[in-house]
């Protein structure tokens, strides 16, 4: 892609207003918390210690909306501490040039190295170098430090308090997750009926996961329809696909097809159903036809073999769903066997050291993200100095708010807080111009602009952009600030800051393009080891591990996942590809993507553990795992790929005629997605 074509996909990515659920609810609970610190100070305090205390609780309110797992009280209680922290440090070298570029260079390096472990936490480091930025301007006295790091964490304080006392859809994220789950399973039963290879998107049953991973005390007061329905899921989705193929499901033509068509639509049905009622915490629905074609037929089309037992399993597990689901839902005191079934979620100080360790590389984006946004922001501070703007440490706020680790985000939020910061500040100063409100009007203003950008947050980042703009605009007009000089420095101190973020980008890049072999390579292994694990369970019934091809599947979800995110930034970067062309890497992803189901379909059958063992799946896998290895070495390299032992083994297992079909028939398929992936991946020049 060329550098025009880049830009030109980035501004129109960051102008996109897009149609997003609204929370109003939520959102006039974190702006009452905002009111409450902005009145208590003005009827305490001062207008100046009103504006400086409203950050707290802006920021607060901000991260409680981003999508964790993790309890809101708790975000906005680790946003609160980590702002007053940052503050304090900001007050203290604030009136030295040197130690205060030192100290932000060193905390914004800190604060780009958080996106290693995960978005929240990305975006809590960067509010609060976003604080530390706005602290230069503010009283630098150790107690005047001490007294408005106080406040800061008074304001998150209120935050959590609110949450706490006015719980909006408690475990409402966590029902979220799993209803989008179910709700894909069900999408996905519907394409099978037309498509019976459709593919399908593991990333809703991965969210799904990560929601269900609880702590031992929210293990105690989780709803039972939380529990159970997950699981269910996540058998559903090989049997749905097992009963679709027409290789080792219903034929592809005739009434068999009929009949697993008729199946995909009730399961479609009631998986839809299932999805409503753990959304919406109701009892399951069904119709009378999805209840009538889940039962088994007295006469007419029958399934016979692979087919027939898929379609007795699928009928099982759908049952089991509705069951799970119309428990009673209250909380309840779980025994010592169920806490022990939970999925604990480890703790933030358990995933910094082993983030740190992940991403402390050259190589590694969010590292090179780091240096890149401490840069920035001390070049931007220093810049903004030298100018001597009145407010110029907006020039490097404006940079560190936008600049992410990867270019297309950078770019799009660059020209989109732009373009929001230029409607917003137009808006509020025509109206602070013509209606020169007082101190009071103008904080209830600014709570207005809060109440709107919590609103309207998911609808995109030039509409939040818009409504930060005005609430600064309408904030510093209750300290008395001239909005003349607030409009014109707003606008084009955020100019200089996006062209410096973008700057940046330009000229240290850390270009994923380069690293798709490796992501590729990464998952190749990753869907070999799925791949090897569902054998052994042929080859070795009764020492089958059902944990070993548990965990198999999600680290080859997790490589799915990463190599599907460094390819969407792929296709973004106006950058030459080094190696592996962006058809090339759709045409391979294609192929992974079709030995994971494969895989996924022989999981969906494997044998009882007194079922006799199978060598033929035995000599597969010991030839297909060398030869795994050499080729995801040979993707790293640029060199050609090899599967003729694999194909051996597999020609001289047919041919002995052993009693596996399921097996046999999908290893076949195995080896059509490598020869697709060794076509998909021409050799270096």
Known sequence: MTWSRALKEAARSGLTIERAKLTPLVAIRGTVGVAVVIGLCLWQGSPALAVSSAFGAFSAGIATFQRSMRPRPVLALAVAGALAVSTFLGYLAAAHLVAFVLLLTCWTF???????????????????????????????????????????????????????????????????????????????????????????????????????????????????????????????????????????????????????????GAAATVLDAVAHAVRHDRPVRLPPEAMAALEVPATGPMLTGPARRSAYRLISLLADAVELTDEPVEATRPTTEAERGHLLRPSVPKLVPVALRRESRWSSHVFRHALRVAAVAATGYVLATALRFGHGYWAPLASVMVMRPDFAQTYSRGVARFAGTLVGVAVAGALMALAHPGVYVSAALALVCIFLMYLLMRTGFSVTSACVAGYVVFLLGVVGAGWE???????????????LAMLSYALFPAWETPRLRDRLADWLTANGRYALAVLDGYARPAERRP???????????????????????????????????????????????????????????LPDRNAAPSPGAAAFAAALGPALDRAARAIRDGTPLDWSAPHGTWARWNAEGEHTGVAVRACELLLDALDDLAEALPPDP
């Not at 031992?216 to 709803?223: I, L, S, T």
């Not at 607030?486 to 200089?496: A, G, M, N």
């Open 485 to 499: 000089q607030t409009v014109q420095e707003r606008i084009v101190l955020t100019l200089i800051g996006g062209v």
């Open 110 to 264: 800190l604060a780009g190295l958080a996106w290693s472990i995960g978005p929240v936490s990305g975006l809590i480091g960067t509010q609060t170098v976003a604080i530390m930025l706005i602290t230069v301007t503010l009283p630098t006295s150790v107690l005047g430090a001490l007294a408005h790091a106080a406040l800061i964490a008074f304001g998150g304080l209120v935050q959590a308090t609110l949450i706490v006392l006015f719980p909006v859809r408690p475990w409402g994220v966590q029902r979220d997750a799993l209803a989008d789950a179910l709700a894909a399973e069900a999408d996905y039963a519907r394409r099978l009926r037309h498509d019976p290879v459709a593919p399908f998107d593991p990333a809703p049953l991965m969210d799904a996961r990560l929601a269900s991973a609880v702590t031992p005390r929210q293990a105690k007061r989780r709803p039972v329809q939380l529990h159970g329905p997950r699981g269910l899921a996540e058998r559903v989705r090989p049997v749905l696909a097992s009963l679709a193929d027409p290789v080792v499901g219903a034929p592809l033509e005739g009434p068999e097809r009929d009949r697993a068509r008729e199946l995909l």
């Open 547 to 605: 944990r070993q091809v548990r965990e198999a599947l999600l680290d080859a979800r997790a490589a799915r996942a990463a190599w599907e995110a460094s390819e969407a930034r792929a296709e973004k970067e106006p950058v030459r590809h080094r190696g592996l062309s962006l058809p090339a890497a759709h045409a391979a992803s294609a192929a992974l993507a079709t030995m994971g189901r494969v895989t996924m379909i022989m999981e969906a059958h």
